[in-house]
């Protein structure tokens, strides 16, 4: 098995991570009711996805 001869330096590390990095999920508005959606994902506000009710949303009387 490998084993190193000396200590890795933060340096080399952290250079190694750079790419490791997070991406904001992609947000669009939703083609019903404006509010802003994720990508493929059905609207939590009013229940449509791709122009149709997907999910029956209780309305609060």
């Given at each position: 098995?490998?084993?190193?001869?000396?200590?890795?330096?933060?340096?080399?590390?952290?250079?190694?991570?750079?790419?490791?990095?997070?991406?904001?999920?992609?947000?669009?508005?939703?083609?019903?009711?404006?509010s802003?959606?994720?990508?493929?994902?059905?609207?939590?506000?009013?229940?449509?996805?791709?122009g149709?009710?997907?999910?029956?949303?209780?309305?609060t009387?």
């Amino acid at each position: 098995m490998a084993h190193p001869k000396r200590k890795q330096s933060k340096a080399r590390r952290d250079k190694r991570r750079t790419h490791y990095k997070a991406t904001a999920p992609t947000v669009t508005s939703c083609s019903n009711c404006g509010s802003s959606v994720q990508y493929h994902r059905v609207c939590p506000e009013c229940g449509y996805y791709k122009g149709k009710p997907a999910v029956e949303k209780k309305t609060t009387a």
